[in-house]
């Protein structure tokens, strides 16, 4: 049985239409960008080739240009992933959490700002929830690893189904570091490191029922992924036989590209909505499992990492709060 209430989802995305939206023009310029940059490239590439080697230079140059002008465009959005994140993934997730928990979020562009408003509260700068997502997926990878090591050792399972369900389960937690994010924004904890850290802990003692939900999840995520490549691939290959392009396989990765960014628009808030309700509706009066909390120290160096800087983080603060203080201007020990 899943977890989540589907009536429930689509729900909370209709009330979202605006980000769904605000996501799609992101991602569909994204999708823009590629097949510009990628058919400049061929551009580019076919006419140096032409004059270099005849034919066989053309389709040579036409080869390396596609490769040159994917790779440049995929280097300047490596440059605004931190954007990305910040004011798109982590602002659907703030109004959706906000909906979920039955709070009333504004429709039209003020639901935009509202959405970057909760986030800029929790995480003051772009580069500090860059940096709390890139640890949680550190320590996520360890967790998979540990399902994954038990499964290797079950006699009784060949080794290619085996390597599928590891596949599948590294996979199905694509989402987990969204939902840490969202369990900052619902609780308002002002300390996203020690807000991470207890989720983590909450997640990993959860991990089979979460799983289960998140594997379901994926696989619907991804067959509807594949049908949209079928659906756009048509429509790409006729316009540029319309145009006389004749670029071989070009259609069909153009059609994966704009597939894979629609997928990220439009799928994967269904998926990221659904595991948030899992996760709130599992985690439901619990509290960090110390047991966990210490396997995870003793196996992770990113949790290790991340416990460190909830510390630093509490310190800093602290430190701050010292310095302005009446005792500390006496150069005397603060007051308790």
Same mark, same amino acid.
């Given at each position: 049985?899943?977890?989540?209430?589907?009536?429930?989802?689509?729900?909370?995305?209709?009330?979202?239409?605006?980000?769904?939206?605000?996501?799609?023009?992101?991602?569909? /310029?994204?999708?823009? $960008?590629?097949?510009? %940059?990628?058919?400049? @490239?061929?551009?580019? +590439?076919?006419? =140096?080739? #032409?004059?270099? /080697?005849?034919?066989? $230079?053309?389709?040579? %140059?036409?080869?390396? @240009?596609?490769?040159? +002008?994917?790779? =440049?465009? #995929?280097?300047?959005?490596?440059?605004?992933?931190?954007?990305?994140?910040?004011?798109?993934?982590?602002?659907?997730?703030?109004? =959706?959490?906000?909906?979920?928990?039955?709070?009333?979020?504004?429709?039209?562009?003020?639901?935009?700002?509202?959405?970057?408003?909760?986030?800029?509260?929790?995480?003051?700068?772009?580069?500090?929830?860059?940096?709390?997502?890139?640890?949680?997926?550190?320590?996520?990878?360890?967790?998979?690893?540990?399902?994954?090591?038990?499964?290797?050792?079950?006699?009784?399972?060949?080794?290619?189904?085996?390597?599928?369900?590891?596949?599948?389960?590294?996979?199905?937690?694509?989402?987990?570091?969204?939902?840490?994010?969202?369990?900052?924004?619902?609780?308002?904890?002002?300390?996203?490191?020690?807000?991470?850290?207890?989720?983590?802990?909450?997640?990993?003692?959860?991990?089979?029922?979460?799983?289960?939900?998140?594997?379901?999840?994926?696989?619907?995520?991804?067959?509807?992924?594949?049908?949209?490549?079928?659906?756009?691939?048509?429509?790409?290959?006729?316009?540029?036989?319309?145009?006389?392009?004749?670029?071989?396989?070009?259609?069909?990765?153009?059609?994966?590209?704009?597939?894979?960014?629609?997928?990220?628009?439009?799928?994967?808030?269904?998926?990221?909505?659904?595991?948030?309700?899992?996760?709130?509706?599992?985690?439901?009066?619990?509290?960090?499992?110390?047991?966990?909390?210490?396997?995870?120290?003793?196996?992770?160096?990113?949790?290790?990492?991340?416990?460190?800087?909830?510390?630093?983080?509490?310190?800093?603060?602290?430190?701050?709060?010292?310095?302005?203080?009446?005792?500390?201007?006496?150069?005397?020990?603060?007051?308790?």
């Amino acid at each position: 049985m899943i977890d989540f209430n589907l009536k429930d989802v689509f729900r909370a995305l209709w009330k979202t239409k605006e980000f769904m939206l605000f996501r799609f023009l992101i991602y569909f /310029g994204i999708t823009i $960008g590629y097949i510009l %940059g990628t058919g400049t @490239g061929a551009g580019i +590439g076919w006419s =140096i080739g #032409s004059v270099a /080697g005849g034919n066989d $230079g053309s389709a040579t %140059g036409l080869f390396y @240009g596609m490769i040159g +002008g994917f790779g =440049i465009v #995929s280097g300047i959005l490596y440059y605004v992933r931190e954007y990305l994140l910040y004011m798109v993934k982590a602002g659907h997730i703030a109004v =959706i959490m906000k909906h979920l928990d039955g709070e009333e979020i504004p429709s039209g562009k003020g639901q935009i700002a509202y959405a970057q408003s909760i986030v800029k509260e929790r995480f003051k700068e772009a580069s500090v929830l860059f940096a709390v997502d890139q640890i949680i997926k550190g320590v996520v990878k360890f967790i998979t690893r540990l399902f994954s090591g038990i499964m290797t050792f079950l006699p009784f399972i060949p080794k290619p189904i085996v390597s599928f369900i590891n596949g599948v389960v590294r996979n199905s937690v694509t989402y987990v570091d969204e939902i840490i994010l969202a369990y900052n924004i619902k609780n308002e904890i002002d300390n996203p490191w020690e807000g991470s850290k207890t989720a983590i802990v909450l997640y990993a003692q959860n991990y089979k029922k979460f799983l289960k939900n998140a594997v379901f999840v994926t696989a619907i995520s991804w067959i509807l992924t594949l049908l949209v490549v079928a659906l756009t691939f048509g429509p790409i290959a006729a316009m540029l036989k319309m145009g006389n392009f004749d670029l071989g396989y070009m259609p069909f990765v153009i059609a994966v590209v704009a597939s894979i960014s629609i997928k990220a628009a439009l799928i994967d808030p269904f998926a990221m909505t659904a595991l948030m309700q899992v996760f709130f509706k599992v985690t439901e009066g619990q509290e960090a499992d110390p047991e966990w909390e210490a396997k995870l120290e003793k196996g992770s160096k990113k949790f290790r990492e991340m416990k460190d800087k909830a510390t630093s983080w509490v310190s800093s603060k602290f430190g701050e709060k010292d310095k302005d203080s009446p005792d500390a201007e006496d150069g005397l020990p603060p007051q308790a």
